[in-house]
């Protein structure tokens, strides 16, 4: 290995490594990042230990620090393997831990974040060198901005990468344990809704009664009807849809995972209203513009404020939290609303279950939802 034979290795759709000498090797990750690492063994377990990135460490620099942990061990001297930097723990985090499970959006974020707001700061440092005093004043100067949610996005995604430094041997604690409390408390999230029926009502009649785009106004349906989130009901795609049962593919949806959609007459009825517009488009909701992409994600919130609902009363993604509200307060299993909603279950082996043996009860629900739908619309009170 040399450095132009480094500087031309290029990524590939899986990561890969190049052995140099005496244990030596570099790391080639999807994104393009390379990571020199060194593999030793003390009393019989091999331990592997992050040196730093290329460019930042050449290659002559990165045998000197291989060099010095052989010269190391040699005279019996410890080598902590936590001792890389906290950039390449991240760049290897990001890899293993963001890319295979989250959306491209959702990674994009966990990207921008790392790559603005973290390693800016604390990237050359050992993830054991860095304090709690130092991290949170990286945080104060977030919150100074106003950015208060920012700050505890940012708090997780260092501690998500000390975790996992924990668990691989390159980190010797997790620093944000020791925060708690530190921070601005962040306020709840809540999407503006409606909860009355009367105002429900007086909603599902202005969608019926939405003089522009079909697509659009089928849109706003289809998408209360399935409480799924918006950009799952954006690029829904007819291949998906079998039967009376939209099946979400796992790369679309935010936690990773297939999601099942039991279709109500309503929702059926919805896609039968539409097919003969957009039944020969990739898309369920296809562009006005072009039949080649969705809708956009301000379509919805767009109509909706055409019909006179403000930001700040209405939005596409309350629709979910109308359907939770409503759902809930007549007493159907929170288990079952929540998988409707796709909300991940923390038990594992409870999740695999209830996706199996409450598909029945979702349809159940769903058809519910759509029938009370129906009677509110009918109801002028």
């Known amino acids: ?91 290897e985090w990001f890899e293993r831990q963001v890319v295979p499970v989250r959306t491209d959006g959702h990674a994009r974020t966990i990207r921008s974040r790392l790559d603005r707001l973290i390693l800016p700061s604390l990237g050359d440092k050992d993830p054991g060198d860095i304090t709690a005093p130092e991290l949170l004043a990286l945080l104060r100067r977030i919150e100074d901005q106003g950015h208060i949610e920012t700050a505890h996005r940012v708090s997780q995604i260092v501690g998500q990468v000390l975790r996992y430094g924990i668990a691989t041997g390159q980190a010797p604690h997790d620093i944000t344990a020791d925060l708690r409390g530190a921070l601005i408390p962040r306020q709840p999230e809540h999407f503006p809704t409606l909860t009355d029926p009367d105002k429900i ?104 404020r055409r019909m006179g609902y403000a930001q700040s009363e209405l939005t596409g993604h309350g629709f979910r939290a109308m359907f939770s509200t409503i759902a809930n307060e007549h007493q159907w299993p929170s288990d079952v609303i929540e998988l409707q909603l796709a909300h991940v279950d923390k038990n594992s082996v409870r999740a695999a279950y209830n996706h199996a043996e409450l598909l029945d009860k979702r349809r159940e629900l769903l058809q519910w939802w759509g029938d009370w739908l129906d009677e509110q619309e009918k109801e002028k009170r």
């Open 1 to 91: 290995m040399n450095d132009s034979s480094v500087k031309k290795l290029s990524a590939k759709e899986k990561r890969y490594m190049v052995q140099d000498s005496d244990g030596l090797y570099l790391e080639i990750l999807p994104s393009g990042t390379k990571s020199w690492k060194v593999r030793f063994t003390v009393n019989g377990t091999t331990i592997r230990k992050t040196l730093g990135r290329y460019p930042d460490i050449s290659l002559k620099e990165a045998r000197l620090r291989r060099d010095e942990i052989r010269i190391a061990l040699v005279h019996g001297k410890a080598v902590d393997p936590s001792k890389g930097t906290f950039n390449a723990l991240a760049e």
């Open 201 to 304: 009502g007086e909603l599902m009649r202005a969608i019926h009664s939405f003089s522009g785009s079909i697509i659009v106004r089928c849109a706003m349906l289809f998408q209360i009807y399935t409480a799924v989130r918006p950009g799952e009901m954006r690029k829904g795609e007819w291949k998906e849809i079998e039967g009376d049962l939209w099946k979400i593919p796992a790369e679309r949806m935010k936690k990773r995972r297939n999601h099942l959609v039991p279709l109500s007459k309503q929702s059926m009825a919805v896609l039968d209203e539409l097919r003969p517009f957009t039944g020969d488009s990739q898309f369920i909701f296809p562009s006005i513009r072009s039949k080649t992409r969705p809708i956009s994600d301000a379509t919805v919130n767009a109509a909706l």
